[in-house]
C-alpha cells in the first residue's frame, strides 16, 4: 500500500488551522496572509504554543500541570532526536523544521514560561515581568523568525523578543481584573504599585484612582517603547512577512488604545479592537 503523504502532511496542517483559528481569530487573520509554506508553518508553532497553554489551563492543580508539561517535554526531547511522536502536531512541525532553519531553543523556553507560570509569584518589579514575559512570550516571537525573517542580515532574536514582550505586557493591562478574579493572580510589579501607593484592596476594588491611570499608563509606555523598536526593524523582516507582522502588532498595541476609551476600565469589560479600528489598524500596516 503506498501511503500519500502529501495528503497526511495536508491533514496534519489542517489540524493545526484549526487550532489557530478556534482560539485567536486575530492572529489567524494576519498570518493567513502569508505565502502557503509560511502560513502553515505558523499555524503548527502556534498548535505548539497552544498545547503548552492547556497543559497548564485545562488541569485543576499544580501536580496535574507539571505531569502535563512534563509530558509535552518529553514528547519535545524525543522530537529533538528525529524520533518524534506519532501525531499531527509534530509531524506538521517536523515538515516545518525540514523547510526553515529552525531553532529548538525557543521551543524549550516557552516550556520553561508555562512552568514560571505554574510556580506563578507575583513579580516583584518591571525586570522580573519583563524576564517572565521573554519566556511565555517573547519565546514565540524567536519561534517565528527563521520563518518570517528568513534573509535576515542581523541577529533580531531581541527585536522579535521585545514585540512578544509587549503583547504579554497588553494582555496584562487588558486583563487586570480578571486576573485577580478569576486567577487570584496581580502581575503588576510590587514595586510599581507600592510607588503609585495602588493597594491590593484597591485593585480587589476595582479601583480605578488616578493613581491607578498613572501606573497603567507607565506599564503601557513601555510596551509602546517595544511596540516602536520593532516597528523600526520591519524592513529587516522577508517582504512578503511584513505586513501580516506588522498587521499583527499594530492590532494588538491598538488593545492600550482600546482600555484607555474605556477610561482605563480593565476591571469590568472586556476590551478589544472594534472591526472597524482593526480595519484602520491594517490599513495602517500597509503603508
Known amino acids: 500500500m503506498v501511503i500519500d503523504r502529501s495528503s497526511t502532511i495536508a491533514s496534519d496542517y489542517a489540524y493545526c488551522e484549526k487550532i489557530i483559528k478556534r482560539h485567536s481569530k486575530s492572529f489567524y487573520y494576519a498570518f493567513s496572509n502569508l505565502p502557503k509554506d509560511k502560513a502553515r508553518a505558523v499555524y503548527a508553532i502556534y498548535a505548539f504554543c497552544r498545547t503548552a497553554d492547556d497543559s497548564v489551563d485545562e488541569n485543576n492543580t499544580s501536580g496535574l500541570q507539571l505531569i502535563?508539561?512534563?509530558r509535552l517535554t518529553d514528547e519535545l526531547n524525543?522530537?529533538?532526536k528525529g524520533q518524534e511522536v506519532d501525531h499531527p502536531l509534530w509531524r506538521a512541525l517536523r515538515d516545518v523544521f525540514n523547510r526553515f532553519d529552525m531553532d529548538l531553543q525557543p521551543f524549550y523556553e516557552q516550556l520553561t514560561g508555562q512552568r514560571m507560570d505554574i510556580h506563578f509569584m507575583s513579580p516583584s518589579n518591571l525586570s522580573s515581568l519583563e524576564t517572565y514575559s521573554k519566556y511565555v512570550a517573547g519565546s514565540v516571537g524567536k519561534m517565528l523568525l527563521p520563518i518570517i525573517a528568513s534573509n535576515a542580515k542581523t541577529d533580531l532574536n531581541r527585536v522579535a523578543e521585545d514585540l512578544g514582550i509587549a503583547m504579554q505586557l497588553t494582555n496584562i493591562l487588558r486583563d487586570v481584573g480578571e486576573d485577580y478574579r478569576d486567577?487570584?493572580?496581580i502581575y503588576l510589579p510590587?514595586?510599581?504599585?507600592?510607588?503609585?501607593k495602588y493597594s491590593e484592596v484597591f485593585l480587589s476594588e476595582g479601583q480605578i484612582t488616578k493613581?491607578?491611570?498613572a501606573m497603567w499608563e507607565y506599564l503601557a509606555k513601555r510596551a509602546e517603547n517595544l511596540y516602536d523598536n520593532f516597528t523600526q526593524h520591519i524592513g529587516e523582516f522577508d517582504e512578503d512577512s511584513r505586513f501580516p507582522v506588522l498587521s499583527s502588532a499594530h492590532v494588538y498595541q491598538g488593545i492600550?488604545?482600546?482600555v484607555r476609551k474605556s477610561g482605563y476600565d480593565c476591571f469590568n469589560q472586556k476590551n478589544y479592537v472594534s472591526a472597524v479600528e482593526m480595519a484602520k489598524l491594517v490599513a495602517r500596516a500597509s503603508m
Open 78 to 80: 524525543h522530537f529533538a
Open 211 to 213: 493613581n491607578f491611570v
Open 256 to 258: 492600550l488604545n482600546s
Open 190 to 196: 510590587q514595586e510599581e504599585m507600592e510607588r503609585y
Open 68 to 70: 502535563a508539561l512534563d
Open 183 to 185: 486567577k487570584g493572580r
